[in-house]
T-cell receptor, first 114, second 115 residues
Framework: GAVVSQHPSWVICKSGTSVKIECRSL??????MFWYRQFPKQSLMLMAT?????????EQGVEKDKFLINHASLTLSTLTVTSAHPEDSSFYIC??????????FGQGTRLTVV | AQTVTQSQPEMSVQEAETVTLSCTYD???????LFWYKQPPSRQMILVIR??????QNATENRFSVNFQKAAKSFSLKISDSQLGDAAMYFC????????????FGQGTELSVKP
């Protein structure tokens, strides 16, 4: 299957700083990438959808100024958590799609804000 | 609105036994995909099995099979000969209308396997 690489796997940052998470499709062109947030023992909650070269579409309740998404190429999307606070601590997962109905997932990033 | 529902937060099975995880969904589409994903403690999402709605035959992947009831909008996962490595969270998922890999997930079922 297709490979999606997410980096970093885990990150600790200080409150008030920003952190960037990368999502790369290694062996296919991802026309669309998705960012999810997952709390312990809960399901994946879609945060936003990004298409290459255009602005991301955010789900209701997701602050677009806090969670900046850039999809500059067909193989890379980034999620930047700006001015992070402890409540932003979570597990973030990206997935990438090549316009089929299947999505390929990255390994996820565990963010801890201290 | 489309929904995917897993009504079993936790399930337990004895090693080598069979267990069935339930999933129901709501849609007005006639053709669509359905997926079961496994999320082990590493939290990597692993595709277990997929079903195409227009296919009447239930999908099978080794020890994993589904019981797809289109009219009832039911999509259960059967794990045969359960192994310790099957212990994980299992999510049922369905794509949004015509939106490719954008998935709606069920609440998840945490499966434990007893030796």
């Amino acid at each position: 299957g297709a490979v999606v690489s997410q980096h970093p796997s885990w990150v600790i940052c200080k409150s008030g700083t920003s952190v960037k998470i990368e999502c790369r499709s290694l062996d296919f062109q991802a026309t669309t990438m998705f960012w999810y947030r997952q709390f312990p023992k809960q399901s994946l909650m879609l945060m936003a959808t990004s298409n290459e070269g255009s602005k991301a579409t955010y789900e209701q309740g997701v602050e677009k100024d806090k969670f900046l998404i850039n999809h500059a190429s067909l193989t890379l999307s980034t999620l930047t958590v700006t001015s992070a606070h402890p409540e932003d601590s979570s597990f973030y997962i990206c997935s990438a799609s090549d316009s089929s109905s299947e999505a390929f997932f990255g390994q996820g990033t565990r963010l801890t804000v201290v | 609105a489309q929904t995917v529902t897993q009504s079993q937060p936790e399930m337990s099975v004895q090693e080598a036994e069979t267990v069935t995880l339930s999933c129901t969904y709501d849609t007005s589409e006639s053709d669509y995909y359905l997926f079961w994903y496994k999320q082990p403690p590493s939290r990597q999402m692993i595709l277990v099995i997929r079903q195409e709605a227009y296919k009447q035959q239930n999908a099978t992947e080794n020890r994993f099979s589904v019981n797809f009831q289109k009219a009832a909008k039911s999509f259960s996962l059967k794990i045969s000969d359960s192994q310790l490595g099957d212990a994980a969270m299992y999510f049922c998922a369905k794509p949004f209308y015509n939106q490719g890999g954008k998935l709606i997930f069920g609440q998840g079922t945490e499966l434990s396997v007893k030796p």
